[in-house]
C-alpha cells in the first residue's frame, strides 16, 4: 500500500507540558486507523497535524502530492437557521466544485447519509443526524482520506450503528480517535496508541482492538523482562565501579563508559515502565442488608405530555447490575431522577428503603461550580478527605485520579471534560451509597479509566443503575437491561445483544453487522453440538445456496453505490435519481435476503 501521510520524529509541547516526542506514524492508503491512548498525550493535536491544521514542534510531516482529505471534528457547527442541503453544498463551494457539482454532490452524499428531506433545517437535528450531517458536508467534495475526532460522542445507539456501517462499507481511507471499545472492534483494521510508556511514542498493531491488546500485552511483557535484565546487569556494572581500581586502563575506561551508557538506558526503560495512565477508582459502600432498595409499583411517568413508563413494576436490590437503553430523549435521565426521588411519578409509587444513601453522576455535570477551584471541589471541608474510615491527604486523593498537584488551583471551568469526569467519579467515592446512579459516567473518559471505572462497578456490592452508550462497559457490567421504546413502552431484556438485535431489525442493520457479538464477561463452555432439523426440500435448496447469493446481490449493491460516486455522472441529475432508486432497491433486497437467511438459519439450528 502506498504512503499518503509520513509522520517522522514528531514533537509537540504545550508550555511546559510535553505531548509526544519523536513520534513516528504513516497512514497508508486504505487504512481503516484507529488512535487511541490515555488522555493528555496528543491524539487530537496528532489528528490537526495530520489534517495541515497544526505544525508539530520537530520533525516532519509529508503528504502525497494533491492529496484530497477532510476532518470532522468532534462537535460540528452549522448556522441553526440553514437547510442540510445549504450546508452540504456549501461545504462543496469551499472545496472549489461549482454550483452545479456541489448540488448534485450534496444530494448525493444527504442520500447515502439516509437524509430522506434535504430542505430540514439544522436547528430541528439530534446530535445523531448532526453527525451524518458532518459527515455527509465532509464526503461532498470526495476526500481521500477522512480524518474524525470522537465520532461516537454523545450519539444514540442508532447513529452508532450507522456509522459503524457507514466505515465499514466506506471506499475511502479513514482515521479517528475513538474510546469506544465496541466501535474500535467493530470498525477499525489497524491500532496505534499514543502512550509515552512505547519507546517510539506509539504502539501500531494490524487487526482489531482485541487484537492490539493482545499485542500490547506481548510489548509491556517483554519491556518488563527487558528492564529486570538491564538491572541485574547494572548491579553488577556498579559493583565494578565501586571497587575504584588503581590504575585505568584503555579497556577499563571502555567499560565504564559502558556502564555510564546501561544507565542511561535503563533510566529511560524504567520511566517508560513507571508512567501510569490509570485511575485508581473504588466505590464505598454501606453494606446495607436491606433486599429492597427502591421499588416502583404500577408507575406512570411523564415529562410534560409525553409518556416514558407505563405501568412500570421493578425492584432494585443489592448487587443488582441495571442497564436502562433508549434513544437519546426517551426518558433514561427521567427515570434516574425518579430513582433519585427529585421527580415524582404521574401515577403509582416508588418507596425508597429507609435511610437510603444514593450517589448520582449527573451528565450535565451541573453538581460542579465552574468557579470553584479542584482542591475545593474535591475537599470543600479542609485539606484531607475521608475514604471509609481512613483520612486521606488531598494531594493523595487527587492522584489516584490523574491529577497533578500544581492543578489543585486550577478552576473546575478550565479542566477538560475528561478532567471534570474524573472530578465527579472522585467525589462519589467518598459517599457510602447503597445505589449508585450513573448518567453517561463515560463520557469523554479515556480507555484507561474505562477499564478502572468497570472494574470497580464490578466490585460494587450494592445496586448500579446505569445509562451509557458504552456498549462494551455496558455488556460487561450490567445483568439486566430496561429498553425504552417511546411512548410509555418498555421491555426487559436479557443481555445488551438483543436490544441491539431487535433495534438491528428496526432499523435496517445488516445480519453480518448483527452477528458480531460483544465481549462477555467471562468465557462461555463450548456449547454441546445440537442436531441439525431437516428442513423442507424447497426450504433446504433456498438456504443451501443463500449466501452465494447474498454475494452476487451485494456486488450489485457495490456496483451501484460506485456509479453513484462517480465524478462523471456528477452533472447528470437524471442518471442519479434513477441511481438513487435503484440503489434504494437494491438495498432492501439485500436486507430481506439476510433477515430470510436468518429464519433458516434458526430453523436449522432449532430442535
Known sequence: MSVLISCRGLSKSFGVETLFDNLSLNVHEGDRLGLIGPNGVGKSTLLKILAGQDTPDDGEVVFRRHLRFAKIDQVSSFPEDASVLDVAAGAGKEAGLDENEAMVAAQIQLSMAEFENFDVKVRTLSGGWKKRLAIAAARVADPQVL????????????????????????????????????????????????????????????????DFLEEKERVIEARTKLEESLGNKLRRETEWLSRQPKARTTKAKYRVDQAYELMETFREVRARGRFSDKVQMDFSASDRK??????????????????????????????????????????????????????????????????????????????????????????????????????????????????????????????????????????????????????????????????????????????????????YLLSRVCDQYIGLKGGGDWARYGDYEQWERELGQQFGVTEKTKKETAPSKAAPEPATPTKRKKLSYKDQREYDGMEERILEEEALLEELQAEMADPANAANSALLAELYEKTAVQQKKVETMYERWSELEAMVASD
Open 147 to 210: 480524518l474524525l475526532d470522537e465520532p461516537t460522542n454523545h450519539l444514540d445507539i442508532e447513529g452508532i450503528l450507522w456509522l459503524e456501517g457507514f466505515l465499514r462499507n466506506a471506499d475511502f481511507t479513514w482515521v479517528l480517535i475513538s474510546h469506544d471499545r465496541f466501535f474500535l472492534e467493530r470498525t477499525v483494521k489497524r491500532v496505534a496508541e499514543i502512550s509515552p510508556i512505547y519507546e517510539d511514542g506509539v504502539l501500531s498493531h494490524e487487526g482489531g482492538y482485541r
Open 290 to 471: 436491606t433486599k429492597k432498595l427502591i421499588e416502583s409499583k404500577e408507575v406512570v411517568l411523564k415529562r410534560g405530555d409525553k409518556v416514558i413508563l407505563d405501568k412500570f413494576d421493578w425492584v432494585l436490590s443489592p448487587g443488582a447490575r441495571l442497564g436502562l437503553l433508549g434513544g437519546n430523549g426517551t426518558g433514561k435521565t427521567s427515570i434516574l431522577k425518579m430513582f433519585l426521588a427529585e421527580i415524582a411519578p404521574h401515577l403509582g409509587s416508588v418507596r425508597h428503603a429507609a435511610q437510603l444513601e444514593v450517589a448520582y453522576f449527573d451528565q450535565n455535570r451541573e453538581r460542579l461550580n465552574p468557579e470553584e477551584s479542584l482542591k475545593d471541589a474535591i475537599s470543600p471541608t479542609g485539606d484531607s478527605v475521608m475514604f471509609g474510615d481512613r483520612s486521606i491527604h488531598v494531594v493523595t486523593w487527587a492522584r489516584r485520579f490523574r491529577f497533578k498537584s500544581e492543578q489543585l488551583e486550577t478552576p473546575v471551568r478550565l479542566l477538560s471534560g475528561g478532567e471534570q469526569a474524573r472530578l465527579l467519579l472522585s467525589r462519589l467515592m467518598l459517599i457510602k451509597a447503597d445505589v449508585l446512579l450513573l448518567d453517561e459516567p463515560t463520557n469523554d473518559l479515556d480507555i484507561p479509566a474505562l477499564e478502572e471505572l468497570e472494574s470497580a462497578l464490578a466490585a460494587f456490592p450494592g445496586a448500579v443503575v446505569l445509562v451509557s452508550h458504552d456498549r
